[in-house]
């Protein structure tokens, strides 16, 4: 989606169709090259502040350090923006630079030969400031897809005032938290807030049990092999999952609640809990600052002999990638470096985020939570990518699905682990690969 925009000059009309191309084709080419400006357009998903400020704000650095290039920037709801960009590179018309959270999406992107390899144009200094964790999800061998900004790791959220005042301790164990959430229920407050509208928040239920049970080796090789999916370890996540379900944890309209929703049901106090990423902090920071007072945090609970007690759900949550349809790579990385650099970054952690950097000075206006955050980030075992980023787009919808189903007891733990098992055995027959 590069464009040069210049004026052409008058074309004299000639009598045949063959020569007014020929004179159209030669104006374009002697196009005075002083007037010429560059346009790259850039697709995100920040719609609200103070994360959109922050880009918006990066943009304009960008543009004044680069007066020749102008960036047309179009940011577009989580949700639908999957979809979008899906339609668009499939298309043949991809944005010049676009959002990616890294992981299997981005990968098929790079096999297809959709994005462009950034190695190239990245020094040393750069790539240091960078998290490995995080670009581990951005590249495959040396090729680097995509430049991360943000990173995630999923949490118990939850309400200390309201815990204090039911005597309630923050859970340390599941056994513990479903104790609480059953204690939660007699006393007529909601346990968990759930909107799980998209499948995804349900998702870090389940995920979360899978690592707490078999640790990040023998999960990861489930998730490079789905088609062992009917194991009685994962059948027994999914059981979890009923269980929470049984025991009242949830909002009567969970599964046709949105995130947004969920968590205004946590900030107003009408919930005790919530499990959601990091950026649960910067969504209060905007929306309910006086809820801060109120909201702390913990890890997800251990799963008593689990293997995984010490491995942290989390991902990229915002990565840039470069089209390779991009007529002016070199340009588009500059606005990649912008958008990684110190000031963009610290911006970030100010408002609740975790930058996928190293920073050169801890954030001095980031609130206390974000400290917890980044503890429980540095002193886990391990990062598990969120399983949806892990598969490939059809199991990932496939995976966000039965978890919905498994929740509305539409489906069976046995049933759901077959049913997933079924479908990667047939995309791995369709594809003629392992996937």
């Not at 668009?88 to 992981?103: K, L, M, S």
């Amino acid at each position: 989606m590069t464009r040069r925009v210049a004026p052409v000059a008058p074309v004299v009309m000639v009598a045949f169709v063959a020569g007014l191309l020929s004179v159209v084709a030669s104006c374009k080419k002697t196009k005075p090259a002083l007037e010429e400006k560059t346009k790259l357009v850039f697709w995100h998903i920040q719609t609200s502040d103070p994360t959109k400020g922050i880009i918006d704000a990066a943009v304009k650095r960008f543009e004044a350090k680069h007066p020749g290039v102008q960036v047309e920037v179009v940011p577009i709801k989580n949700d639908p923006y999957k979809t979008k960009l899906r339609v668009a590179v499939g298309a043949g018309q991809a944005p010049d630079i676009f959002h990616t959270w890294g992981g299997a999406p981005l990968a098929e992107y790079a096999e297809a030969g959709a994005v462009a390899d950034l190695s190239g144009f990245m020094d040393d200094e750069w790539r240091a400031r960078l998290l490995p964790s995080a670009m581990a999800l951005c590249q495959k061998g040396e090729a680097v897809y995509a430049v991360p900004q943000d990173v995630g790791v999923v949490v118990l959220w939850f309400n200390e005032t309201l815990l204090k005042s039911e005597g309630v301790p923050p859970p340390e164990d599941f056994s513990s938290w479903l104790e609480s959430i059953k204690y939660l229920r007699q006393q007529d407050v909601i346990p968990v807030a759930l909107g799980n509208k998209e499948g995804w928040p349900g998702a870090f239920l389940f995920d979360y049990s899978l690592e707490r049970m078999l640790g990040r080796e023998e999960t990861s090789r489930l998730l490079n092999d789905p088609t062992q999916w009917e194991d009685d370890r994962v059948i027994e996540a999914y059981g979890k999952l009923q269980t929470l379900k049984d025991a009242g944890a949830f909002q009567e309209d969970f599964n046709a609640a949105g995130y947004d929703q969920s968590r205004m049901l946590f900030f107003t106090g009408r919930s005790a809990m919530t499990i959601m990423g990091s950026w649960l902090l910067a969504h209060c920071t905007k929306e309910m600052p006086d809820f801060l007072k109120d909201l702390s945090l913990t890890r997800f609970p251990q799963v008593e002999g689990g293997a995984g007690n010490g491995t942290v759900l989390g991902g990229v949550n915002s990565a840039f990638a470069v089209s390779s349809s991009c007529q002016e790579k070199s340009i588009a990385v500059e606005l990649l470096r912008e958008l990684t650099s110190e000031e963009t970054l610290t911006a970030w952690a100010e408002a609740g985020r975790l930058p996928a950097a190293f920073l050169d000075e801890p954030p001095t206006g980031a609130p206390r939570q974000w400290l917890d955050l980044k503890k429980i980030l540095d002193e886990a075992d391990s990062l598990a990518c969120y399983f949806d980023q892990s598969f490939p787009p059809r199991l990932a919808e496939k995976h966000k699905e039965l978890i919905q189903r498994v929740l509305m007891g539409d489906q069976t733990p046995e049933g759901a682990a077959k049913a997933f098992a079924q479908e990667a055995k047939a995309l791995q027959s369709e594809t003629g690969m392992e996937e």
